[in-house]
């Protein structure tokens, strides 16, 4: 069913449009193939994930610091691998991974034929908790900036998703309305019910087509938008 009201489309950036896992992979195997050769890099990336979502879970909940993050999800990864690394190793990959992950460019599937479908009735911004170089870094890099009006990240708006203060800053910024506005994103925790929270419409976009509450609009191909939007 089409909705009729809207004139401000926001997304998320991570996992939504920007395919964060492609792209964490193949840095990662640029990392490791020059200074770790040991490591596996599929065997690696089977820890990482998941402490790495666990990893951010905290950080998003101001449970952890940056400096924190980007060291306890390769510490506990290595760890998890049983591979011995020294603590300055493992800053070293930290410093060699925000550097080198903006590089990389994969977007999901129909990400731009979705944008250039939006983008001729909408107005289209971004709202995400990633840090503010590496996101502008990865828009510039990806070809997505010309599609964006706007683009707030939490360092801007001094909290993380679901802060409804991020919501509220990013609708300011974007001068929009947020009963003309809706938000599309990869967590139901973050982006859905965050932005459901502060009367704002979501659309959860989740690749593994799995239930969710009958109040949830999900897509599970960006494509899908169509039949919203």
């Given at each position: 069913m ?9 997304f998320?950036?991570?996992?939504t ?9 193949i840095?990662?195997e640029k990392i490791?193939?020059k200074?770790?050769p040991?490591?596996?890099i599929k065997?690696?990336i089977?820890k990482y994930?998941p402490?790495?979502q666990?990893?951010?879970k ?5 449970k952890?610091s ?5 060291y306890?999800?390769?510490?506990q990864s290595f ?12 800053d070293l990959i930290?410093?060699e991974?925000?550097q080198?992950l903006?590089d ?6 129909g990400?731009?034929?979705?944008l ?6 909408y107005?289209l911004?971004?709202i995400t908790?990633?840090f503010?170089?590496v996101q502008?870094r990865?828009i510039s890099?990806?070809?997505l900036?010309n599609?964006f ?7 801007m708006?001094g909290v993380?998703?679901?802060?409804p203060?991020i919501f509220e ?6 001068k ?10 990869d967590?139901?925790?973050?982006d859905?019910q965050?932005?459901?929270d502060i009367?704002l ?11 969710v509450g009958k109040?949830i ?5 960006l494509l899908?938008?169509k039949?919203?939007?």
């Amino acid at each position: 069913m089409k909705i009729d009201n809207i004139k401000d489309v926001f997304f998320d950036l991570d996992h939504t449009l920007w395919d964060f896992d492609k792209n964490s992979e193949i840095t990662f195997e640029k990392i490791f193939s020059k200074s770790h050769p040991a490591i596996e890099i599929k065997t690696f990336i089977g820890k990482y994930v998941p402490i790495n979502q666990a990893c951010w879970k905290l950080f998003q909940y101001d449970k952890i610091s940056h400096q924190e993050l980007r060291y306890n999800r390769l510490k506990q990864s290595f760890d998890a691998l049983d591979y011995d690394i020294s603590d300055k190793d493992i800053d070293l990959i930290a410093d060699e991974y925000i550097q080198y992950l903006p590089d990389n460019n994969h977007l999901f599937d129909g990400a731009f034929e979705i944008l250039d479908y939006l983008n001729q009735k909408y107005k289209l911004h971004i709202i995400t908790n990633g840090f503010a170089d590496v996101q502008h870094r990865k828009i510039s890099n990806s070809k997505l900036v010309n599609y964006f009006h706007t683009v707030t990240n939490s360092e801007m708006a001094g909290v993380k998703k679901p802060n409804p203060i991020i919501f509220e800053y990013a609708l300011d910024l974007a001068k929009a309305k947020k009963e003309n506005s809706i938000m599309i994103g990869d967590s139901i925790e973050a982006d859905v019910q965050g932005a459901l929270d502060i009367g704002l419409d979501a659309i959860f976009f989740n690749e593994t087509p799995s239930p969710v509450g009958k109040h949830i609009k999900q897509i599970n191909h960006l494509l899908e938008l169509k039949n919203y939007l």
